[in-house]
């Protein structure tokens, strides 16, 4: 057994190093990094195989799974065990939300709202466990959010009534049980809630972009699947502690998915809609990754595009981006990939915290592991007119939040007994953290020990500017060109942010909202198995 001293002690050998992401060489751990890394031997709807790419993507359509909600009036949503075609249609359980409006079915609808317009809804629960919708991103009321307090039981009703009060932007909900989060996401309580406003239409306009065609809402997601086509989750406890990992892709639930696209601009709404699974994306066209415009990120769009040729995307996390399909030929496949990466799982499958589990804790069940080369969707680009449009100079205001003379917060992310833990302590629903003035601006010092893992952190209740990545590894300051060793995905509004190990991340959050008395969300890691292991804190906002 290796004591948490000891661990502490070997971080800081590891930091002598020098190099970014040497740690783990200390422990002769595995790294589960495509280079190098043993084959996987091919199994059906093995993402790293090409030719299997053959599923048309699914794109909703105006009502039915995933179609497009514009909501009208109060809504209805039944959170139901039912079940969806996922794997060449063998049916598999799946728990959907179910809805309707103008007598038109939904499961799973895009919600979508005008910027300051009311939304009212009453969930009702005909789950046989307990649940609880959360409006991922949108500034609501603390009774509106979404809290694991206000979890309901099965047969029970919860009501929302808020103002959307978000900026334009592609945002999300999904349940918020308590405990059960991670496999009720998994197992389908999940889909888009799509803010609009004049930057969004005027973007639209001028690139000629339609949703469900040129403006595509893309959720990405890794799964299990058992033999006969069902979903599959039974984490064991390796898997508990380092968040579930599947090894099916899928992209608008669609296995090994392809879109046909014309020489022209198209636009993704990207959402990393996994567990856990990190990816770090790129368009790549034979081995070349080609560029691509990040136009928007958590909270809407940023105020420039910014020309990338890659970016990570977190569990929770949002990145809004333009490709230009006529960057190939007709004739030619250009592939949404995940590129290989290093994981930095310091203390996983192989490495120390393996050894302290003396193997009983298991290792990872998917024939994929993070950190791998795979691709997720195909674009063969198709014979058309070339449509060559230049990007918007401008498309949105960012207002900075002031920093100067701000007061610092110290988050310290931490590991103790086989649990990742927020200054020290676990979740625990009736004890605050600290309380937070409304109004007041902070900046939040995120601090990830060396030793660890990456940690997707979220907020509840408001969105933040990322001031600064302090200590990255050497695959994040490769791409960090924006000034304060940030990334593309760090700019404008974010609700989510990842922290990798041995990094500190500082946010700049303003509290001002106008919601009366005492407000009580929380802050959490969006790696769902975290989540629910209780990598989660209170905050208050006091009036
Ligand atoms: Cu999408 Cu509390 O999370
Ligand atoms: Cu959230
Ligand atoms: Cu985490």
Redesign the pocket.
Known sequence: MISRRRLFQLSGLAALAGAGGAAWMYFGGYRPNSAGAKPISPYPFDPIRAENFQQKLFIPGGSGPFGVLDVAGPLQIRATAASFPILKGQASPFLLYQTEQAGKAYQNPILRMESGTRFQATLQNALSEPTII?W?GLHTPAAMDGHPASTIGPGASYDYDFTVRNRGGTYWY?T?AHELTAEQAYNGLASFFLVEDDDQRRLNKALDLRLGETDVPLVIQDKQFDGAGRLHYKPNMHESMMGWLGDIILANLTPNAFLTVTPRLYRFRLLNGSNARIYRLAFVKGSTPLSFAVIGTDGGLLDQPQTVTEAYLAP?ERLDVLFDAGQAQPGEDVFLKSLAFDPMENEGSAGNMGAMMGGMGGSSSSRLPIGAEFNILKLPVAQGERLATPLPAKLSDIRSIPTEGVPERKIELSMDHMRFLINGRTFRMDEISFEVKRGAVEIWRINNPAIGMPHPM?I?GFSFQVVERLNSPAQITAGARFGRGRLASDLGWKDTVLVWPGETVRIAIDFAHDFPGSQTY?F?C?NLEHEDGGMMINFRVNA
């Open positions: 959360h991922h999904h918020h929770g979220h509840h929380v959490h969006h």
